[in-house]
């Protein structure tokens, strides 16, 4: 059985430029106990990028479903499986863009995601953003470093004509018991980047609530008033999104 709970919250930054939040966050628990965590950031310079990550993620949940629905193993998911799902979100974008009459980059956008199942994990990505885990037996650690571009706050999105070229694709054989997804609005205090590894003090309090407290779906407006604090928004003025999952 698995506790989750996410939260996507507008930054700093763009509440003061009236700008809606444009993460987006999706969890998807699957029939055999598995599940999917999705976060998409979408690009501060795209008119309709808070439309995008929302596609990004629906769309992959329900490639997922299709995927096991017509008796597909999770742990036969490969690169080949995930590049073809990031071909069909890049076509609703598309549809989407063509819709609202304006060029694709306007709804352009990251994703970040693992599948979680009981003999192992699939993790993959498009840009920035990151993926922490612990294990049963292992450490704590980060699956891709954040795949940012050459200068300060670029980076890669789904909607790039060589987005399949820029996924990062892992299937790891892990008994994974807490983790964590988010957007690069947290990546400054959330990793380490003299080390390249995850802030454990920033995940292990509240892994450590999650796996305690029974009543943990309350947990999710502390989480939301967290990633609003005035100290984290001190820190960081970007839109924020967080998912955390642990298994129980």
């Not at 008994?175 to 590894?197: C, N, W």
Request: glycine share 6%; proline share 3%.
């Amino acid at each position: 059985m698995w506790r989750h709970i996410s939260a996507s919250v507008v930054g700093s930054s763009h509440a003061s430029s009236n700008t809606p939040c444009q993460d987006h966050t999706q969890v998807t628990e699957l029939a055999d106990g598995s599940i999917l965590l999705t976060c998409s950031d979408g690009a501060g310079s795209a008119a309709f990028s808070e439309l995008g990550s929302a596609i990004a993620c629906l769309t992959l949940a329900d490639e997922l479903s299709l995927y096991t629905r017509d008796g597909g193993r999770l742990e036969r998911i490969d690169r080949s499986t995930v590049s073809m799902w990031v071909t069909r979100i890049r076509e609703k974008l598309e549809v989407q863009a063509r819709a609202l009459g304006v060029d694709l980059r306007e709804l352009a956008c990251t994703i970040v995601a693992a599948i979680v199942s009981s003999d192992g994990a699939t993790f993959f990505q498009i840009g920035d953003g990151a993926i922490v885990t612990v294990s049963e037996d292992g450490p704590c650690e980060v699956v891709f470093w954040p795949d940012q571009g050459e200068y300060v706050n670029t980076t890669f999105f789904i909607t790039t004509p060589d987005a399949t070229e820029r996924l990062q694709f892992e299937r790891r054989s892990i008994s994974v018991r807490d983790i964590a997804v988010f957007t690069d609005g947290l990546q400054s205090v959330a990793l380490r980047y003299d080390e390249k590894k995850p802030h454990e003090p920033f995940f292990a309090p509240m892994f450590a609530r999650l796996r305690a407290d029974e009543d943990w779906q309350a947990l999710a407006d502390p989480l939301r008033g967290f990633l609003l604090s005035e100290a984290l928004a001190k820190r960081t003025d970007d839109d924020k999104s967080l998912i955390l999952a642990s298994k129980i």
